[in-house]
């Protein structure tokens, strides 16, 4: 069963517009879009909504992890 997609909110998609990472944020899997989406929501705190949309734009600048943990973009990382 798969989980329904979440609708993006207005500070997160202004966000990724501002710090031009909309393109970034497109090309990582559908599975973890929705998480990054369903993690932010849930914070309670505003600071904490805030610490977690930061954590997922600065994976977005990196260009690898995915919520704290080692992920890499197939055909990165590889020895030719």
């Known amino acids: 069963m798969s989980r329904a997609r979440e609708t993006m909110p207005e500070d997160v998609e202004d966000a990724l517009q501002t710090r031009g990472l ?7 899997p559908p599975y973890q879009r929705n998480d990054w989406l369903i993690w932010i929501k849930a914070a309670k705190r505003p600071e904490t909504r805030r610490k977690r949309l930061e954590s997922m734009l600065a994976e977005l600048e990196a260009g690898h992890g995915y919520m704290g943990m080692a992920w890499q973009p197939r055909g990165r990382g590889k020895p030719d």
């Open 22 to 28: 909309q393109t970034a944020y497109d090309a990582r």
